[in-house]
């Protein structure tokens, strides 16, 4: 299992919030297929927007962020984190 980061940046400046973070984290749980390996999830609210924690099943981290990438655009394309920017993914 490896971790994937990434910051959402909110459009307006505005600090995220506990309710996005939840609304968020319900989305990738609900959005998630097979094929993305999620085992764990955690988006907490931070000042410029939003941290996003997706631990995935995966033989290298190459493959995480793939899994992880492809799981996030299906979830932004919904709306789920209108209001916010996805930032480049963190590397390890």
């Known amino acids: 299992m490896l971790l994937v980061r990434t910051p959402l940046h909110s459009d307006t400046g505005a600090p995220g919030t506990e309710s996005g973070a939840s609304l968020l984290q319900d989305a990738l749980w609900a ?6 390996a999620l085992e764990h999830v955690r988006v907490r609210p931070v000042p410029q927007g939003l941290h996003v924690a997706l631990f995935v099943r995966a033989e290298h981290t190459a493959a995480a962020h793939e899994k992880a990438h ?23």
């Open 70 to 92: 492809d799981l996030l655009t299906l979830v932004l394309a919904t709306g789920a984190a209108r209001g916010y920017t996805p930032g480049p993914l963190i590397r390890h």
């Open 31 to 36: 959005h998630a297929g097979p094929h993305h």
